[in-house]
């Protein structure tokens, strides 16, 4: 659930989330990304009045952006921003996303930043990128809740004295996703032909839970729908929980995943989203042993006790057996569905230069995600493990 940016660029990936206030929506440029700053309430997809929003932590600036990169008008792709996640008073008085540094909580953010400095799918300079000339919308993340809360919660301190003894979190990840979609139907038109809704860590679970309304607002374009860095592996208590996700108030689209989002395990997002949508084509990204990921287990296995699921002691390896038997369960399931596994403790890949490096005999991120995309079928489009990478861990 940490930022897509690595930590070596966390200052800077920072500013992205908080760029200098542009009145209005611009005129779009070709090529350039645009700053669609404080958006007003709409009214929503869902029939709901949304209002767009960062967290309120105290000292942060609550105001909302988002930025778009006009190209092919007959391509989109919509990328959901990744960070922290908080969801009690602790996780929620302190920092926690690898670094220690949440989006939402830093109020030294510097103005004036879009994603233009960033690699990966969101370079389009890059010959080798599968959406260089696509038109992309960047969803930021600013609000705790993986892009899908709609809820207003009271916190109390734990370990800070320069919180206030209580504070407010605005976790309205979906209803910013709301007001984003809504400027999306008003200014790309309906001749869309392929569409990839695609994120990083929390952005990943945003693009799994939320692709349905992109994909209903689209309903004649070719859908793609990737996760990176966001397995699901949880425990049950926190995914029922309040506190816990149920501290959020998560929406889900219910023609998708039902009517109780806390029924829904985080593990199945993608695969009931690639189960209803059989035309669509679903994938996952993730290395063996991500330490941004089994942090957070760790945090859930402390909290809420260990899950139902789980086999050994280790968190590290208990992550890792999980991760390997969803991506497994998945594959056998949905012939729709890929993923690309590789070595390491890395965390996410979509924005990051590493996306264009081959994993030895085997392709670039960049090139698989190509062939996920083409409407020909002549790319290749298979499921990519490095050697011993699909290899169970030992319980430890």
Not at 279 to 303: K, S
């Amino acid at each position: 659930m940490q930022r897509w940016w690595t930590p070596i660029r966390r200052a800077a990936a920072c500013a992205l989330l908080s760029g200098a206030a542009v009145a209005g929506a611009p005129a779009l440029a070709q090529g350039a990304w645009q700053t669609i700053a404080n958006p007003p309430p709409v009214v929503g997809a869902d029939g709901q009045v949304h209002t767009a929003t960062c967290s309120g932590f105290p000292g942060t600036d609550p105001s909302y952006r988002f930025w778009v990169r006009p190209g092919d008008p007959k391509k989109l792709a919509v990328v959901f921003d990744g960070g922290g996640a908080c969801w009690d008073n602790l996780t929620c008085s302190r920092p926690f996303g690898g670094d220690g540094a949440l989006t939402f909580y830093s109020p030294d953010i510097p103005p004036g930043d879009d994603p233009s400095r960033y690699g990966g799918l969101l370079d389009p300079s890059n010959p080798a990128n599968p959406v260089g000339d696509w038109t992309v919308v960047a969803i930021p993340y600013c609000t705790g809740d993986v892009h899908l809360g709609s809820a207003d919660r009271v916190y109390r301190r734990a370990g800070r004295r320069d919180l206030p003894p209580t504070f407010t979190i605005r976790h309205r990840g979906y209803d910013n996703f709301m007001v984003v979609l809504d400027w999306i139907t008003r200014n790309v038109p309906q001749g869309v032909t392929d569409l990839l809704v695609t994120g990083a860590s929390a952005g990943g679970y945003g693009a799994a839970g939320l692709f349905p309304w992109l994909a209903q607002a689209y309903p004649q374009a070719r859908l793609s729908v990737l996760a990176d860095a966001s397995q699901g592996v949880t425990t049950e208590a926190f995914d029922s929980g309040t506190p816990g996700r149920g501290s959020w108030g998560p929406q889900l689209p219910p023609w998708v995943f039902g009517d109780d989002p806390l029924a829904v395990r985080s593990y199945e997002l993608v695969r009931r989203g690639a189960a209803a949508h059989p035309n669509g084509r679903f994938a996952q990204y993730t290395t063996t042993a991500d330490g941004v990921q089994i942090a957070f287990y760790g945090v859930m296995r402390l909290r809420y006790g260990p899950s139902d699921d789980a086999t050994c002691r280790g968190t590290a390896s208990d992550w890792a057996l999980q991760m390997l038997d969803h991506l497994a369960t998945d594959s056998a399931l949905l012939p729709n569905f890929r993923s690309y596994v590789a070595p390491g403790g890395g965390h996410t890949i979509i924005a990051d230069d590493a996306f264009y490096a081959p994993m030895g005999a085997q392709p670039s991120v960049a090139a698989w995600l190509g062939g996920m995309l083409d409407a020909s079928g002549t790319q290749p489009w298979d499921a990519i493990a490095c050697p011993d990478c699909l290899r169970p861990p030992a319980c430890r």
